[in-house]
């Protein structure tokens, strides 16, 4: 039996834990935006808050996921579900990109830029939403592409924990000796990582502040 | 308009001193007056502190000692935002906004004051004519536009709110002597006209005397004499007298230079 005959027979599975993987990711990665990039503003803004949020970001980062996943399990809430758990701990390996990129895209603004809008009278709110982010948008973008794209990666550990995902096929497969298997949860992820990169890498060059 | 006092100074240095957190003096004992409708022009070497004296009009930096009065009442006292809106500024590296068109880049204080769209268009196109661009600029992002079009548009937007102040920071800086000539003319032809409050701030002596109705000279952070143009010609403070001697010196060169 070949590999082909394999996807096409299995069609609706891999469909199901496609969906499931994209779940994982999405989610994370919707959580680490709406994180991160508040964070980065503040450590852009606010000088002292750097290197507090960037170290942590940064140790959060160096945690073998296995290890991570193992130090949320007691957490109430959390742990109590093995999805929640999966989503929590790819949206702190998901933050650091994030963070670091709103911070270096803010702190790339050309200052006179900056000086011209305050010299005008633009109050904080207004720089920031109509020059700082506009201007920082596409850094932003290839922070949240970095991070997709490891998510998408990660994300395969997660079934591990029993979160589901393409990891399902991999392990079983690895469990089984069966390289069809593993190749059943390793090209739908592959694809998936590098379709996230493609779309957003376009659309970061679409935003891209002339 | 707003018309809040009187006959007085439009804006008022009362010994201003400003200091770095790290303890350097980079202006000292600053005493100065701007009357209504005068352009005072700031002139000296570079970092005599000029930027940093306009820069404390509009709050973008506070004195450290004494206080800066614009109409009469204390800056540190007056709302920072209404302020800033009330004067125009032009900054020395023009700044405009780079993801913004022309349009958009002049509209912005406009927008951000409510005006509606179709006055800000109409605004936006009188004030394009005003300072020399054609209106089909209006549409063009900054990179597009050569460096003298990017000074006009920085003048332009700093007048759209039609601010009674205006803050310029070496507006016609790195520009050919033709173009800087026609830019000086129009400046003089427009504020016959507009009748602003202006601090001009330029190294250039030619520009100070053509544009300034007085010259304050600055070195190293103080202000060192402050005189109509056709005094400083005459002044026989040693700086001046320097500033205006190589002035001539330049002249002279070119002259003799055949003829060694
Ligand atoms: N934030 C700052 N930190 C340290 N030094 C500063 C700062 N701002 C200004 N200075 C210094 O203060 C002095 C005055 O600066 P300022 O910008 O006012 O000069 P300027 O007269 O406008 O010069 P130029 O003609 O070159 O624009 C300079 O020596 C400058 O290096
Ligand atoms: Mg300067």
């Known amino acids: 039996m070949n590999v082909f005959h394999f996807f096409l027979q299995h069609h609706e599975e891999i469909l199901e834990l496609t969906m499931e993987h994209l779940w994982l990711v999405g989610i994370s990665t919707l959580l680490a935006v709406l994180i991160g990039i508040p964070l980065g503003i503040v450590s852009a803004h606010w000088p002292v808050w750097n290197k507090p949020v960037l170290g942590t ?7 073998p996921s296995l290890a991570l996943f193992g130090f949320l399990l007691p957490v109430p809430w959390i742990g109590a579900r093995a999805d929640r758990l999966a989503i929590l701990a790819l949206t702190l390996y998901a933050l650091l990109p994030v963070i670091r990129n709103t911070y270096t895209g803010i702190r790339g603004v050309d200052p006179s830029v900056v000086e011209a809008g305050r010299g005008m009278g633009l109050t904080g709110r207004q720089l920031l939403f109509q020059v700082e982010l506009p201007l920082a948008v596409s850094v932003i973008l290839s922070g949240i592409r970095v991070a997709v794209v490891v998510s998408v990666g990660l994300a395969t550990i997660a079934a591990a924990i029993g979160a589901g995902g393409l990891g399902e096929f991999i392990f079983r497969g690895l469990a089984m000796v069966n390289n069809q298997l593993i190749l059943a ?13 493609f779309g957003l890498g376009w659309l970061e060059r679409r935003l891209q502040p002339r | 308009m707003q018309t809040i006092s009187t006959n007085g100074p439009v804006i008022e240095f009362r010994d201003v001193l400003y200091m770095l957190p790290n303890g350097q003096m980079l202006l000292q004992s600053l005493n100065l007056q701007v009357q209504r409708g005068e352009t ?6 570079s970092g005599s502190g000029k930027t940093t004296t306009l820069k404390l009009i509009n709050r973008l930096l506070n004195p450290s000692g004494g206080e800066v009065r614009v109409n009469g009442a204390p800056t540190a006292e007056s709302d920072v935002i209404r302020l800033r809106r ?6 020395q590296d023009v700044g405009l906004f780079p993801h913004f068109t022309v349009e958009r880049n002049i509209g912005l204080v406009p927008r951000i004051e409510g005006w509606s769209s179709d006055r800000i268009h109409s605004r936006v196109e009188e004030l394009l004519q005003m300072v020399g661009l054609d209106r089909e600029i209006a549409s063009r992002y900054p990179h597009q536009l050569s460096g003298g079009q990017r ?8 007048l759209a709110a039609d601010p009674s102040i205006l803050l ?15 830019l000086q003319r129009e400046f003089l032809s427009l504020q016959q006209r507009l009748n602003k409050t202006v601090v001009f701030v330029t190294h250039d002596l030619r520009e100070a005397l053509r544009l300034g109705s007085r010259i304050a000279l600055m070195e190293a952070g103080r202000l060192v004499t402050v005189l109509p143009p056709q005094d400083f010609l005459r002044s026989t403070d ?9 002035f001539g010196e330049g002249l002279n060169s070119v002259a003799t230079r055949g003829s060694e």
């Open chain 1, 57 to 63: 970001a940064n140790i959060i980062q160096t945690i």
């Open chain 2, 151 to 158: 000074q006009r548009v920085g003048v332009a937007r700093a």
């Open chain 2, 168 to 182: 310029m920071d070496e507006p016609f800086g790195a520009l050919d002597a033709l173009t800087r000539d026609q």
């Open chain 2, 238 to 246: 040693s700086l001046a007298a320097a500033y205006v001697q190589a």
């Open chain 2, 86 to 91: 009330s004067i125009g500024y032009v900054i």
């Open chain 2, 40 to 45: 005072l022009v700031l002139l000296g070497r």
């Open chain 1, 185 to 197: 949860g390793a090209v739908p992820a592959a694809v998936l990582a590098l379709s996230a990169d």
